[in-house]
């Protein structure tokens, strides 16, 4: 599922690069820095000390990399670049704190990243892929087709740009923008691990969020894997055949196997699975479908997240107001967790569903 993940994708064409890129740093982990740096004749601990620079220290350029000899600065500069994204364009909601970037992988396509705050919160969410293969029928991702996956790096980059960018410290990331996670998920998992790491960004398991529209598979390949990280799933159906409405991808994992795996993933990890519900208007907003809903998952260890839909013109509307309240009055009978999440930035297309690359006004 995607909070974020309506890509306009008219003029997001690949720019033809002629010549050969430079390998970015960003994305490498420890070992990987180390090995690379072997040509260079240096000492062992130089790997550590640019894994911090990139990671923790917020440098943008090798000349910022203070304690590195300038010789050694030099070379790296001519062989690898830090960053393998480039900031094309950040906009800012009118009436809330919330942004949107906008950014170019280096074989040129673009992806999209928010940053949301609400109280001490300031929560990023980032793309896991350029495009999606998912085809979610409420999504315009699913317009563009899939992409290609974006690289670790490519990944960690939207955070280490958005953190300087915003000049604040990002405390939640969550992997709900373009993409489905867990198609991309030795990636995504790398790329949470190194968001995680101690000497590095040091961003606690528990402060990230993996989004899946449930790939049932790859659910329990991460509980047999035991990741802390937390998860979601997109539920956005009271029954299979709901589902089924607007998520075809319910076909090949059914909602009984999914319940199975969820099951497992909370009793193994101890931890709930949140269930993202979107209300749609005349699709997912009955009162008939929140009894569904409490008969469905009583005696599950879940949460569950009511999202209200934001129009995006398309063929499904949020609910009035009224049908939106008689909803969770109804849901308040369940004996699990339910919260409603109200986006943030729908003024800029960046709330839940609503991301656009608009590259007109990149241009203007
Ligand atoms: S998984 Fe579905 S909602 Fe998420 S980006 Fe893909 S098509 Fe959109």
Same mark, same amino acid.
């Given at each position: 599922m995607s909070c974020a993940s309506f890509l306009d994708n008219r003029n997001s064409a690949p720019v033809q690069t002629t010549k050969k890129s430079k390998i970015a740093l960003v994305g490498l982990k420890l070992e990987e820095l180390e090995s690379i740096l072997t040509e260079f004749s240096e000492p062992s601990f130089r790997g550590q000390q640019i894994f911090e620079w990139l990671y923790r220290s917020r440098v943008d350029l090798f000349d910022q990399m203070g304690?590195?000899? *300038?010789d050694f600065r030099n070379a790296l500069s001519e062989k690898f670049i830090i960053h393998p994204l480039k900031e094309v364009h950040v906009t800012g909601s009118s009436s809330e704190p919330t942004q949107k970037f906008l950014f170019e992988l280096q *074989?040129? +396509?673009k992806v999209e990243s928010v940053l949301m705050k609400e109280g001490k919160r300031t929560t990023l969410c980032i793309s896991s892929q350029v495009g999606?293969? @998912?085809n979610c029928d409420f999504c315009a991702t =699913? *317009?563009?087709g899939f992409q290609k996956n974006l690289s670790v790096g +490519?990944?960690?980059?939207?955070f $280490?740009? @958005?953190r300087r960018a915003a000049k604040t410290n990002i405390t939640n990331v969550v992997f709900m923008g373009m993409g489905e996670p867990f198609l991309n998920y030795n990636r995504v998992i790398a790329a949470a691990d190194l968001m995680n790491a101690e000497k590095g960004i040091k961003l606690g398991a528990k402060r990230i969020t993996i989004s899946t529209v449930g790939i049932t598979s790859k659910i329990k390949r991460y509980t047999d894997e035991k990741h802390r990280y937390k998860l979601a799933i997109s539920l956005n159906g009271s029954s299979q055949e709901s589902r089924l409405q607007t998520m075809p991808i319910a076909k090949k994992y059914p909602l009984e196997g999914l319940l199975t795996v969820i099951d497992n993933y909370s009793l193994t990890s101890r931890h709930p699975v949140t269930l993202e519900y979107v209300l749609m208007a005349g699709i997912t907003d009955n009162i008939d479908d =929140? $009894?569904?809903l409490i008969d469905m998952l009583t005696g599950h260890r879940c949460k569950l997240n009511v999202i209200p839909y934001n129009d995006i013109g398309g063929k499904y509307k949020r609910p009035a107001d009224d049908v939106i309240e008689a909803f969770i009055i109804a849901l308040k009978k369940a004996p699990f967790p339910v919260t409603v999440r109200w986006s943030k930035g729908t003024d800029i297309a960046a709330g839940c569903g609503q991301l656009a690359v608009m590259e007109s006004s990149v241009i203007n």
């Open positions: 304690n590195l000899p *300038s *074989s040129g +396509e999606c293969a @998912v =699913a *317009s563009m +490519e990944i960690v980059d939207q $280490l740009h @958005v =929140a $009894l569904k």
